[in-house]
DNA sequence: AAGGGAAATCATATGCGAATTGGTTAAATT
DNA sequence: AATTTAACCAATTCGCATATGATTTCCCTT
């Protein structure tokens, strides 16, 4: 039994049982190493050899500074926006914006309630009525934000949340010239006008696709044509 | 000009100087309210009445402890994975998984490096030899960000991953009974088997139709019928 | 001389208290 | 009477001490 290269057999056979014991209590961090390979009456290297055995096979977690729990890790509890719009580019966002906002208004017409439909079309008077393009765009915000809140489905508006810290992140400082203000033809006030009126008129397809051809346009104003490419 | 009640407005100009000045050196901070009203010579009062309008306007960001910012506000840096989840349901993470990890798998099928379908692949025979169910859930895992990774979109990565997040959070402690083993016929292999060749043969539609099916089967299987609802 | 274990060391993460900052209220001053 | 000033409150950040997993070094046993 005391073999050498059977130490690590029989520490690994130990901390099965620890873990067996532990996880029915609910707890789910272990003892810190120093402190676990004595109680186990095992060497620390052993442990470890255990350990990594365990974790390779996904039934343990381990991070530095944290310790050790058991289950699939610990889901990261926060995402970093910076770490996202670090690595990509204006156009994967409007990609991304092109796959999820439509659905997002379909689902909005399937779910938005009369108080949600009455504070888009405030939002819709004030687009037009911004005196700047920095009014514009928070209120341009504003609404497409409703827009997901009205979908009812707090895991889409989270999603969009996050999509729309990567945009505001990726296109930072593309401010428009100051000073001047949205002409009076501005794409999206029809944009915007038929987007709402789809979701207030419950149609779902035409709700989607008036949202995907608003955000052609924004993509065909962001980026320069490349009709090929498509 | 030292009219009481003009001295609101006096400090209204010097702000804006003082912001247009500072806006051109690329600083989003300003000093705190204690420094910059002793440096604009204005009383604390009169630079927040400023502040608070500035702030209406959307010009500039407060926040307790941080400081005030100029621009639309500091965009949030970090989203909590529990703020969603403590606000959403099982139903809701697999309605939006329907809306993206379909779309995800289109890309996918457009972007994939050979060298990302022969990962796929290999993930494909290891759920297949998974001895626990744990260890075919971390596979799976595995699989469904590969399929996001090869999409080449970071963006769509990092909403996959916040969603996979989220779900997990939620679904936390619904596990399958341990010990058991993934039955052979189980129809996630089938399931992903059809991804994973509609993307290696670049079929978009196919890779689309695919995963949405895969995960209309996972939605009947985590939540009971029902029909009438679609 | 070789192998293994214990201690030292490193890099990362957390916890806590002090300092900072916007928000609010009370006192003081003119 | 009104405004400025100061004092206080609540939320946030910052620095330092501590904790922890990873890695290296040293020493002892055989």
């Given at each position: 039994m005391d073999d050498p290269g059977n130490g690590g057999h029989a520490a690994l056979v130990q901390l099965q049982a620890y873990l067996a014991q532990m996880d029915h209590a609910g707890e789910t961090r272990l003892p810190a190493e120093r402190e676990l390979s004595e109680s186990l009456g095992v060497s620390r290297g052993d442990l470890r050899k255990a350990l990594a055995v365990l974790e390779k096979d996904g039934r343990i977690w381990r991070h530095v500074g944290r310790g050790t729990f058991v289950g699939?890790?610990?889901?990261?509890?926060t995402i970093g926006i910076s770490e996202i719009a670090g690595r990509t580019n204006p156009a994967d966002v409007m990609r991304a914006r092109l796959i999820i906002e439509p659905e997002i208004a379909r689902e909005a017409a399937l779910h938005a309630t009369l108080s949600d439909i009455a504070s888009m079309r405030q939002s819709l008077v004030q687009t037009r009525d911004a005196g700047t393009w920095r009014q514009y765009e928070n209120i341009d915000n504003l609404l497409h934000r409703q827009i997901a809140q009205a979908s009812r489905n707090n895991v889409l508006l989270g999603l969009f949340d996050v999509l729309n810290a990567v945009r505001r992140t990726v296109v930072w400082?593309?401010?428009?010239?100051?000073?001047t203000r949205p002409p009076a033809d501005h794409h999206s006030f029809a944009d915007h006008e038929r987007i709402v009126e789809a979701i207030a008129e419950r149609d779902l397809g035409g709700a989607a696709a008036a949202m995907r051809l608003h955000l052609q346009q924004v993509e065909r104003r962001l980026i320069p044509v490349r009709e090929a490419a498509e």
């Open positions: 699939s890790g610990p889901v990261e509890e400082g593309r401010l428009r010239s100051e000073g």
